[in-house]
């Protein structure tokens, strides 16, 4: 039978990323407190995190990204940080299934003469959606 607290335990990711929020945050001059009340944890949680003892979340690591006004890779080195450059409209799209499909759709068109006519029945259709 597997073990079903090994997840639990930290790894060396997790001292890793508390070395980084550590670094971060003697260097931007705040206490361990400071930077809990804004990512929303006591200072203990914080000595925790930084000790690399608890794992630390997705949504967590957003708000120490922003806190500490650090890009995702200062974390994970090596990933890149495309959210600097996503248009939230692009990604509403995207992440549909209906958006999905134009896409997959738009990319069999290989003729610009068609894929022009494919913009202009969208943004027709888009126009008078709008107008009501």
Same mark, same amino acid.
């Given at each position: 039978m597997k073990?079903?607290? =090994?997840?639990?335990? $930290?790894?060396?990711?997790d001292r890793y990323i508390g070395d980084r929020i550590k670094e971060a945050r003697i260097a931007a001059g705040m206490t361990?407190?400071?930077?809990?009340?804004?990512?929303?944890?006591s200072y203990q949680q914080m000595q925790k995190y930084e000790d690399g003892r608890n794992r630390i979340n997705g949504a967590?690591?957003?708000m120490?990204?922003? =806190?500490?006004?650090? $890009?995702?890779?200062y974390f994970y080195p090596g990933a890149s940080?495309?959210?600097?450059?996503?248009?939230p409209e692009l990604t509403s799209v995207?992440?549909?299934k209906q958006g999905q499909r134009a896409v997959?759709?738009?990319s069999r068109l290989t003729q610009p003469s068609d894929q022009r006519l494919a913009?202009?029945?969208i943004e027709r259709l888009a126009k008078e959606q709008a107008n009501g």
């Open positions: 073990n079903r607290n =090994a997840a639990k335990h $930290p790894t060396a990711q361990q407190k400071e930077l809990g009340a804004l990512i929303g944890v967590r690591i957003e120490l990204l922003s =806190a500490l006004n650090r $890009p995702f890779n940080d495309i959210r600097a450059h996503s248009d995207l992440t549909s997959r759709a738009f913009i202009e029945v």
